[in-house]
């Protein structure tokens, strides 16, 4: 095992153990207003200082990180299935299935998602709690953010179908059923998992910004989305180095996880 | 965000004259952003701010509002007077007065302006104040320098309506371009820049005899991000920031401390209300909380709206009294002070209707949670500060509000159609001083009557009341008696919280100190309402940032 993977498998460990330990962890509650030192810098009391409201950072650092590190795989995981089923089917079957699906699939490309997530937001009722604001915004990321992920593994499956091996295991008499599961599936897997690891930040970036638009996680609960909103003005970020503690959590938690994974496809290929 | 129009503009050289004129350079240009290209150049029809500002620009009124002194002034009118009640108002014109062609300023033009003011054809949204009954208005001239407009019937503060009124010409070959403002439309490139150069003919001279305006031209570039907008006068590259939030206003004022102006507390309001709509679709246990004047205040009584001003505006906003804001000098009702936090106050008037706190949640007498949502517009991070301030406010009496963001037009769908909400925290921009304008919200059969609108007949006494006041102050032309009438409204207002007022938003500006003569109000349009007396001197006032 490489030294990088081994530190990154020690940093997600530290991470998921303390988000999931925030309730132990956190110094202060995530919706709690200290309100006499809004926007205060690192101290003691305040390790990573305090957002514009008095809130603690780290709490909510630590209260973000849990929201998006469960709930954005979870959506990545949900689109990359999604993907896999259209894509990977149309790739393999190819034909009339193959062009039906790569139509749906720019249909669902050219469709102005914006507006049509701005649309179901407007069909909710206003009062659902912070939770299930969350969830349902993640699980309407995920269900509608296949079609990227489709088209690359569409495409990987074909030239898979296409392939010597796929032919030659044809010619051999392999059932269809047995050549998707055995052949096809765990070629596509480096795919796959390049799809699924590539959504998490894109959903995480994209719940920032429908944050903006009123269709994020509400307040007071924290994601990261929404604590990477803090990072709108640059010149504040530049005067106040610790608000970047958002997205170095983000680029450092991709990132270990990449290495990890990326790794193990490695040993296992 | 509702608007409620009314005159507003002016121009009043005396205050910059006064200022210092030994020193004024002639010449150069004055540079600044508009946040949209101007819907129309035609003065009449004027009703974005962007319109507003060229029509400001470039365009001559008989009267002014000084927006410093907020005293009405004479302009092209060198004297008016009011009589028979109201329904009368007669001018002495200026003499020696040309519109930018050379065209001489007559009183056939003030007759072609309230012909064309008046046909109802043009709609012109500055019309309606005037037209207190149906009929023409009657137009004598009594000579070449004076004429006399009678109107069907009195009409309220009748003298400040003509601060909106631009002067038109009615014998120049360019009658849609020539005025008689400071400057006129040079140059347009449509979505880019709007070029306006200085009127020649223009009226007005310093106390030294020089011809204003002393700058040569006006440039407003169209821009509508407030990032670019900032950067670009960070960068010397524009001179002015009418208006400016509270957050960059800060982070100017580090770098640029001389550049920035707090004018203190503007005319604007943030406000929440409650939806009391009979047919709304929410449960009719919510439409009784919300309908119970102690419900109202109980919620007014537990926010805390220093900390609103000190954290979400940074301490550039000032609790609010109620819906005039103490800068309206003459209309405020010196009586009324902001609502103090008093959350023992607040659990007494909810015990007062059946409610009672059971395990830090509070309930009705019936037993359900006292939980409701709040709609604010998405991406207005103030906006949003405030609704989470008092989300936490509202904890310490055991209610549980949901803040929600949404789309503006979601938002409005839901306040002025479906009716499908709780409660709604937004902004009022008041552009007027006259509570005349704001009859399009207190009347109960207004459509901007938020928190119920368009009743058939007033739902509560309170209601019927403030329609009986509104009314009367409408009818009347002694502003001492509109004021006591007023005065009732607001306090009426104080008492039931139809509208929870929660903080007035102070006028912030920035302007470069390479400008002269400059003194910003919390009048629109707060930085170069004395256009025509500011100059610029050579002084590079940028910084790289």
Request: aromatic fraction near 8%.
């Amino acid at each position: 095992m490489s030294r990088a993977r081994l530190i990154a498998i020690v940093f997600l460990a530290i991470t998921f153990s303390a988000v999931l330990l925030a309730d132990f962890v956190a110094p202060a509650p995530y919706a709690k207003q200290f309100r006499e030192v809004p926007n205060a810098a690192p101290s003691a009391e305040h390790l990573l200082g305090t957002d514009d409201l008095g809130r603690d950072s780290l709490s909510r650092l630590l209260y973000g990180s849990r929201v998006s590190l469960l709930l954005a795989p979870a959506a990545a995981l949900l689109t990359t299935l999604i993907a896999a089923c259209i894509g990977g089917l149309a790739g393999y079957l190819g034909g009339w299935f193959e062009r039906a699906a790569l139509a749906a699939t720019d249909l669902s490309l050219s469709l102005p998602w914006l507006f049509l997530l701005l649309a179901v937001r407007a069909l909710l009722p206003l009062n659902v709690s912070p939770i299930a604001s969350v969830t349902i915004t993640f699980a309407l990321l995920g269900a509608l953010g296949w079609s990227s992920s489709g088209r690359i593994i569409c495409s990987g499956a074909r030239s898979i179908r296409q392939s010597d091996f796929v032919l030659q295991a044809q010619a051999l008499g392999i059932s269809p059923h047995r050549l998707l599961l055995r052949q096809v599936l765990p070629n596509l897997k480096p795919v796959l998992a390049a799809q699924f690891w590539t959504s998490i930040p894109i959903f995480i970036i994209a719940e920032a910004n429908l944050g903006i638009l009123g269709l994020g996680v509400a307040e007071p609960l924290p994601s990261w989305g929404n604590l990477l909103r803090g990072l709108e003005n640059w010149p504040e970020v530049k005067a106040n180095p610790w608000k970047l503690a958002p997205i170095l959590m983000l680029v450092a938690v991709v990132s270990c996880f990449q290495l990890v994974f990326q790794k193990r496809e490695e040993l296992a290929s | 965000m509702t608007r409620c129009r009314l005159v507003v503009l002016a121009f009043s050289v005396s205050c910059g004259l006064l200022i210092s004129s030994a020193r004024a350079q002639s010449g150069g240009e004055l540079r600044f952003s508009l946040k949209s290209e101007p819907k129309t150049f035609d003065p009449m029809l004027a009703d974005d701010d962007s319109s507003e500002t060229v029509r400001y620009l470039t365009t001559g009124y008989l009267i002014r509002l000084n927006r410093q002194t907020q005293q009405l002034q004479p302009e092209l009118a060198s004297s008016w007077k009011v009589s028979n009640g109201g329904q009368t108002i007669s001018f002495e014109l200026r003499k020696g007065v040309l519109f930018s062609d050379g065209t001489p300023f007559t009183v056939e033009d003030v007759a072609f302006t309230m012909r064309k003011l008046m046909d109802p054809n043009l709609h012109s949204p500055f019309a309606d104040p005037f037209r207190s009954a149906a009929g023409d208005v009657k137009v004598t001239v009594k000579n070449p320098n004076a004429i006399v407009l009678q109107f069907p019937a009195p009409v309220a503060n009748l003298e400040q309506l003509f601060d909106g009124v631009p002067i038109l010409s009615a014998n120049s070959s360019q009658n849609d371009t020539a005025g008689l403002g400071p400057f006129v439309v040079a140059e347009h490139k449509a979505g880019s820049y709007i070029l306006l150069k200085r009127n020649t003919h223009y009226w007005k001279h310093d106390a030294e005899g020089r011809a204003l305006p002393y700058l040569d031209s006006v440039r407003l570039d169209i821009q509508q991000n407030r990032d670019l907008e900032i950067l670009r006068f960070r960068r010397g590259e524009t001179q002015l920031i009418n208006t400016i939030e509270a957050d960059n206003y800060d982070r100017l004022a580090a770098d640029m401390p001389a550049a920035v102006h707090d004018a203190g507390p503007s005319f604007d309001t943030e406000q929440m209300w409650f939806n009391q709509v009979a047919a709304a679709p929410i449960p009719d246990y919510k439409k009784a909380w919300f309908r119970s004047q102690n419900f109202r205040r109980a919620i007014s009584q537990a926010i805390n709206r220093a900390d609103m001003s000190r954290i979400a505006f940074n301490g550039h906003a000032r609790p609010a009294a109620g819906l005039l804001s103490p800068a309206n000098q003459f209309w405020f009702n010196q009586n009324l002070r902001a609502e103090e936090t008093d959350i023992p106050g607040a659990l007494k008037r909810l015990a007062a209707d059946g409610f009672h706190l059971d395990k830090d949640v509070l309930r009705d007498r019936d037993g359900h949670a006292v939980e409701f949502s709040v709609i604010t517009n998405a991406g207005n991070k103030v906006r949003e500060r405030l609704a989470v301030l008092m989300q936490d406010d509202l904890s310490k009496i055991g209610v549980h509000l949901n803040v929600v963001t949404l789309d503006f037009p979601s938002l409005i769908e839901r306040i002025s159609r479906s009716f499908n909400y709780e409660a709604c925290l937004l902004g009022l921009v008041n552009v007027d001083l006259d509570p005349s304008t704001q009859m399009n919200v207190w009347l109960s059969s207004a459509s901007n009557h938020q928190w119920n609108p368009e009743e058939k007949s007033p739902a509560t006494a309170w209601e019927a009341e403030i329609d009986r006041l509104m009314r009367a102050q409408a009818s009347t032309t002694d502003n001492r008696k509109r004021k006591e009438y007023f005065d009732q409204v607001q306090q009426i207002v104080a008492d039931q919280a139809p509208f929870i007022y929660l903080v007035n938003k102070n006028a912030l500006s920035a302007i470069s100190p390479s400008v002269h003569n400059a003194a910003p109000v919390v009048l629109r349009p707060q930085t170069y309402w004395n256009i025509d007396s500011l100059y610029i001197t050579s002084t590079t006032a940028g910084i790289r940032p």
